[in-house]
């Protein structure tokens, strides 16, 4: 099964798609952790990347289109994948159909702007592991302190306030149209997130057998 999760900046999709990927068992690809990689390791792209994701703006589509053609060539990849933060354009959801990947289902987490600004305000990420957290909603056990690994939280510096503002405007003007893509090929199921984790994930599930 290969599932696209949908959704503005915080709006879930990260938890939702490890929900997903307990129920299924097929892989998680998150392209923003796979660029956040790249901009750790130094590596050309990861460069480039860099300074359009300060800003909260998108990576170019060449360099997403071409990490992710990569990352479903994997052998972890083959039964089926979830599909988290790509695409996020137009033009990368035309390049899946061109690739020939076919989509099953696409999950929409809707949750409004002024939650989202609220939930990223509070986020935590560790930078070593990928792990996130938020100081209200899911804290770590140890303030501050991966709980997976034990290094050090931090706030994602793409996760500030005038950052997030950027993000969401881009998420309206780029990533939503996607929503009537996937709707006009009879894909699209949409999730209202909800305060608690466990109410949203639940409904998830029923989306997935819907
Ligand atoms: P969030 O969903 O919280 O915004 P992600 O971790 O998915 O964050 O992505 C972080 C950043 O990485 C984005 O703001 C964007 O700059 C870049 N990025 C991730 N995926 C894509 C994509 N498919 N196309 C373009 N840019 C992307
Ligand atoms: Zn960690």
């Known amino acids: 099964m290969n599932l696209i999760l949908l959704g503005a900046p915080g709006a879930g999709k990260g938890t939702q798609a490890e929900v997903i990927c307990r129920e299924l068992n097929i892989p998680t690809i998150s392209t923003g952790n796979m660029l956040r990689a790249a901009v750790?390791?130094?590596?050309?792209y990861g460069l480039k990347a860099k300074a359009a994701m300060d800003a909260g703006d998108?990576?170019?589509?060449?360099?997403v289109i071409g990490i992710l053609k990569d990352r479903i060539k994997e052998p972890d990849a083959q039964n089926g994948f979830i599909l988290d933060g790509f695409p996020r354009t137009v033009p990368q959801a035309e390049a899946l159909d061109a690739m020939g990947v076919k989509i099953d289902k696409v999950i929409e987490i809707h949750v409004p702007d002024e939650k989202i600004q609220q939930r990223?305000?509070?986020r935590r990420v560790c930078l070593d592991c990928g792990a996130?957290?938020?100081?209200?909603?899911?804290?770590?056990?140890?303030e501050g302190v991966c709980d997976v690994c034990g290094k050090q939280l931090v706030?994602?510096?793409d996760d500030e306030p005038e950052t997030v503002k950027s993000r969401?405007?881009?998420y309206h003007e780029q990533t939503a149209p996607l929503k009537g893509y996937y709707e006009a090929q009879g894909k699209l199921v949409t999730v209202e997130g909800q305060e608690e984790v466990a109410d949203t994930s639940r409904l998830t599930l029923e989306a997935l057998n819907a």
């Open 40 to 44: 750790k390791a130094g590596t050309e």
């Open 58 to 63: 998108l990576v170019s589509d060449d360099i």
């Open 120 to 122: 990223l305000s509070g």
């Open 132 to 142: 996130t957290y938020h100081v209200d909603f899911k804290p770590s056990k140890t």
């Open 155 to 157: 706030i994602r510096k």
């Open 168 to 170: 969401l405007k881009t």
